[in-house]
């Protein structure tokens, strides 16, 4: 099973990936040193390598980040108000800049 690396902080950051040409939406509702949470209905799996692009927010400027998806939370319709459907993946090449979302304290959810 796969294991956070550091400390997850809260965040609510609006998405856009692909995986190849096809283009998914989602938001980012926790991000830590080597990874971030997706919530969205896409159905990715793990392993599946994936590129991220964070329009820019008051949590930072513009980047785009790629990873690989490790986890895949799965949820039925009825309880998505409930459980929030999502990707878990790992970082594997970021910006510097990627690092003040985990590193200001004061966004601290």
């Known amino acids: 099973m ?11 950051l609006t998405c856009e990936f ?3 040409a096809r283009s998914h939406r989602g938001i980012i509702l926790d991000v830590g040193p080597s990874g971030v949470f997706i919530r969205t209905n896409a159905v990715l799996s793990p392993g599946t390598q994936i590129d991220i692009h964070l329009a820019t927010s008051v949590a ?12 895949r939370k799965s949820v039925p ?16 090449e970021a910006p510097r800049e990627f690092g003040l979302l985990t590193a200001d304290s004061e966004l601290e959810g």
């Open 77 to 92: 319709a009825t309880l998505t108000t409930l459980i929030q459907p999502g990707l878990g993946v790992k970082i594997i």
């Open 60 to 71: 930072g400027p513009a980047m785009t980040l790629r990873g690989t998806i490790v986890r």
């Open 18 to 20: 692909f995986d190849g």
């Open 2 to 12: 796969e294991q956070r690396a550091g400390r997850r902080i809260k965040r609510r």
